[in-house]
């Protein structure tokens, strides 16, 4: 069975820092693109971060540059998401997804992604 499964959320105080984790199963992550998205209450899903297959490229929707920093170990089949300086309007669930189809990394930014997480609960709050 493929399957994304996410983990590493909780409740975190203003400032604090998580790092959140994607496993594969079923599928090798090395030939896809890997995305993390996040969707607050009562607010659309957004993209959030996305790694290129080969590592050499990364994107950060605005909110989170300087902040946060996606990587992938092929070797795990796992990706990473390292939230630092985070803020209450973070909080949100968070998935991961992956696309290995032409154009990937492209299609991440856009969240056109075959596989995705059933996500985790990050909350922000002193």
């Known amino acids: 069975q493929l399957q994304l499964v996410e983990s590493g959320g909780g409740l975190v105080q203003p400032g604090g820092s998580l790092r959140l984790s994607c496993a594969a199963s079923?599928?090798?992550?090395?030939?896809?693109?890997i995305g993390w998205f996040r969707q607050a209450p009562g607010k659309a899903r957004e993209g959030v971060s996305c790694i290129s297959r080969n590592r050499a490229t990364a994107y950060y929707t605005n909110s989170v540059k300087g902040r946060f920093i996606i990587t992938r170990d092929n070797s795990k089949n796992t990706a990473y998401l390292q939230m630092n300086s985070l803020k209450p309007e973070d909080t949100a669930v968070y998935y991961c997804?992956?696309?290995?189809?032409?154009?990937?990394?492209?299609?991440?930014?856009?969240?056109?992604?075959?596989?995705w997480g059933k996500g985790t609960l990050v909350t922000v709050s002193s």
């Open positions: 997804a992956a696309e290995g189809g032409p154009n990937s990394f492209t299609r991440c930014i856009g969240g056109d992604m075959d596989y």
């Open positions: 079923g599928f090798t992550l090395d030939d896809h693109a």
